[in-house]
């Protein structure tokens, strides 16, 4: 597939699905870009915000399976992965599939379960593949795209176990949706009271082979030196600041230069330019910062210090 093309469809898409999410068309940007680029994505925000119907819609519009799974303190590894059951007629133990084994998985309140369950999902992530009984199964593969988009509220923590940091850097992005404005909050409303009924159609753009070629157009996009320089600058900024503790792994420089990638196929481009850095920097790297304490106590956020970084580094000029 060309770039165009893969261009032309991803617009498609975000149009249906932002007739069903009203008025957060930058997020729903930023999501898609994620999917483009392979990656898995961290929602946090509050409750009622739409991150499961965000999830649901976009694995509709492209035509992929989708599971849910609700993360609680007594769910287990292999309610995730799955687990071998003996069979009585065949004397023998078969492997039944758990919610991963899905294109689309939506990881709800993620900061509930138990840091064991955490990892086993966290695992599949890395290796995109679940071993049990000895035996490995993939979880992705040729025309089969594999992503986690793991929730979390900040406010509830009682009960609680936060991700390491080490598990926070596997996720590509991470994305706030935040509340909407008055217009959008009643046209949302309006809609609901003009479809009679709490659920809505989508409609299905592509199926889940195109959408994983789309995911391959991605790869062709040309990175000059300039702008692989200019990444690593900003990466290698967030590790010398005073008020961070421990900056930016290599691996977000790897997840920057992937969102930016995607987007240049979005505005149909094979090459990236300095503004698709800027643009998605903050949600490929702030959730990467670990803050020196008395920074957090000031209310400096890592939002913030990235912005400081774009305005310090210079960029380079577009080519």
Same mark, same amino acid.
């Given at each position: 597939?060309?770039?165009?093309?893969?261009?032309?469809?991803?617009?498609?898409?975000?149009?249906? *699905?932002?007739? @069903?999410?009203?008025?957060?068309?930058?997020?729903?940007? @930023? !999501?898609?870009?994620?999917?483009?680029?392979?990656? @898995?994505?961290?929602?946090?925000?509050?409750?009622?915000?739409?991150?499961?119907?965000?999830?649901?819609?976009?694995?509709?519009?492209? #035509?992929?399976?989708?599971?849910?799974?609700?993360?609680?303190?007594?769910?287990?590894?292999?309610?995730?992965?799955?687990?071998? /059951?003996?069979?009585?007629?065949?004397?023998?133990?078969? %492997?039944?599939?758990?919610?991963?084994?899905?294109?689309? /998985?939506?990881?709800?309140?993620?900061?509930?379960?138990?840091?064991?369950?955490?990892?086993?999902?966290?695992?599949?992530?890395?290796?995109?593949? *679940?071993?049990?009984?000895?035996?490995?199964?993939?979880?992705? #593969?040729?025309?089969?795209?594999?992503? *986690?988009?793991?929730?979390?509220?900040? $406010?509830?923590?009682?009960?609680? %176990?936060?991700?390491?940091?080490?598990?926070?850097?596997?996720? $590509?992005?991470?994305?706030?949706?935040?509340?909407?404005?008055?217009?959008?909050?009643?046209?949302?409303?309006?809609?609901?009271? #003009?479809?009679?009924?709490?659920?809505?159609?989508?409609?299905?753009?592509?199926?889940?082979?195109?959408?994983?070629?789309?995911?391959?157009?991605?790869?062709? !996009?040309? *990175?000059?030196?300039? /702008?692989?320089?200019? /990444?690593?600058?900003?990466?290698?900024?967030?590790?010398?600041?005073?008020?961070?503790?421990?900056?930016?792994?290599?691996?977000?420089?790897?997840?920057?230069?992937?969102?930016?990638?995607?987007?240049? !196929?979005?505005?149909?481009?094979?090459?990236?330019?300095?503004?698709?850095?800027?643009?998605?920097?903050?949600?490929? $790297? #702030? @959730?990467?910062?670990?803050?020196?304490?008395?920074?957090?106590?000031?209310?400096?956020?890592?939002?913030?210090?990235?912005?400081?970084?774009?305005?310090?580094?210079?960029?380079?000029?577009?080519?």
């Amino acid at each position: 597939m060309n770039i165009e093309k893969a261009s032309e469809l991803s617009l498609t898409i975000l149009k249906e *699905v932002n007739k @069903h999410i009203i008025g957060k068309e930058n997020t729903l940007k @930023h !999501v898609m870009l994620s999917f483009l680029a392979d990656g @898995h994505l961290l929602f946090e925000d509050y409750p009622g915000l739409a991150k499961t119907m965000i999830c649901r819609t976009f694995a509709s519009t492209l #035509g992929c399976d989708f599971k849910r799974i609700q993360f609680t303190p007594d769910l287990l590894p292999q309610d995730v992965t799955g687990s071998e /059951i003996y069979n009585q007629k065949t004397n023998e133990f078969e %492997f039944k599939e758990g919610p991963i084994f899905a294109d689309i /998985i939506l990881s709800d309140e993620i900061n509930r379960a138990t840091p064991k369950t955490q990892s086993a999902l966290l695992e599949a992530m890395a290796e995109y593949q *679940v071993t049990i009984g000895g035996t490995t199964y993939k979880l992705t #593969g040729e025309g089969k795209p594999f992503l *986690v988009v793991a929730t979390q509220n900040p $406010l509830e923590l009682e009960g609680t %176990f936060a991700l390491p940091e080490a598990q926070i850097d596997r996720f $590509l992005a991470k994305i706030s949706i935040g509340y909407p404005s008055k217009e959008a909050e009643k046209v949302i409303l309006t809609k609901r009271i #003009g479809r009679k009924q709490k659920s809505f159609d989508v409609s299905r753009i592509i199926d889940r082979n195109t959408f994983y070629n789309m995911q391959r157009t991605v790869e062709e !996009v040309y *990175v000059s030196d300039e /702008i692989k320089e200019y /990444i690593v600058d900003i990466v290698q900024y967030t590790r010398e600041m005073p008020q961070v503790k421990v900056g930016a792994s290599p691996r977000g420089s790897l997840d920057l230069m992937a969102l930016a990638r995607a987007n240049a !196929v979005l505005e149909k481009r094979d090459y990236v330019i300095p503004q698709d850095v800027k643009e998605l920097a903050i949600i490929a $790297l #702030g @959730h990467r910062l670990v803050l020196e304490i008395g920074s957090w106590l000031s209310g400096t956020s890592a939002e913030i210090l990235i912005q400081k970084v774009l305005k310090e580094i210079k960029s380079p000029r577009r080519e």
